[in-house]
T-cell receptor, first 114, second 114 residues
Framework: DGGITQSPKYLFRKEGQNVTLSCEQNLNHDAMYWYRQDPGQGLRLIYYSQIVNDFQKGDIAEGYSVSREKKESFPLTVTSAQKNPTAFYLC?????????????FGEGSRLTVL | AQSVSQHNHHVILSEAASLELGCNYSYGGTVNLFWYVQYPGQHLQLLLKYFSGDPLVKGIKGFEAEFIKSKFSFNLRKPSVQWSDTAEYFCAATVYNQGGKLIFGQGTELSVKP
């Protein structure tokens, strides 16, 4: 089935460690996004990529990094510089720009920093 | 700063009651507007969207939303809710010439009592 696969679903990390969340899509979508979801704050945009080998910072990019080496993959690294990394992370993709179409979301990855 | 605001964090209704969830945005230019829904344990999915034309848009499952430009609002409505409408609802907006950046509101949790 076509869709977005995020892994792992649950992840625990010690303070000071970097961790990478995987996001793969087989929808042949050009654009991909990472959002962070916290209770009462909705979804906040971390990074987005409209084309391979290009990406832009969202509203809360500090402490995060991404790469877009392949169309179908957009991994997110949560670095030790992220002050409050415990959150639910959502990856999404869209065929064209977010302004013109629907975003398709993965099931999410819940990161807990111990 | 550009933002999307949702008025209610948690709404509790009985079945058959009417629903209206508020959404306001702060962009000054042309905007595209969306409502997404997250049912318990499921992916976020698109409920409806407004790009232009008739300001009253209809979505899935009997939902509709009205774009009122003078009030910068895009409220979601349903005449008669069902228990299965229990979910979290997110309003989102993107500015026409900032195609990659979709901004979400804080979300409204709707609980429908049977």
């Amino acid at each position: 089935d076509g869709g977005i696969t995020q892994s792992p679903k649950y992840l625990f990390r010690k303070e000071g460690q970097n961790v990478t969340l995987s996001c793969e899509q087989n929808l042949n979508h050009d654009a991909m996004y990472w959002y962070r979801q916290d209770p009462g704050q909705g979804l906040r945009l971390i990074y987005y990529s409209q084309i391979v080998n290009d990406f832009q910072k969202g509203d809360i990019a500090e402490g995060y990094s991404v790469s877009r080496e392949k169309k179908e993959s957009f991994p997110l690294t949560v670095t030790s510089a992220q002050k409050n990394p415990t959150a639910f992370y959502l990856c999404a993709s869209s065929k064209g720009l977010a302004s013109t179409g629907e975003l398709f979301f993965g099931e999410g990855s819940r990161l807990t920093v111990l | 700063a550009q933002s999307v605001s949702q008025h209610n964090h948690h709404v509790i209704l009985s079945e058959a009651a009417s629903l209206e969830l508020g959404c306001n945005y702060s962009y000054g230019g042309t905007v595209n507007l969306f409502w997404y829904v997250q049912y318990p344990g499921q992916h976020l999915q698109l409920l409806l969207k407004y790009f232009s034309g008739d300001p009253l848009v209809k979505g899935i499952k009997g939902f509709e939303a009205e774009f009122i430009k003078s009030k910068f609002s895009f409220n979601l409505r349903k005449p008669s809710v069902q228990w299965s409408d229990t979910a979290e609802y997110f309003c989102a907006a993107t500015v026409y010439n900032q195609g990659g950046k979709l901004i979400f509101g804080q979300g409204t949790e709707l609980s429908v009592k049977p």
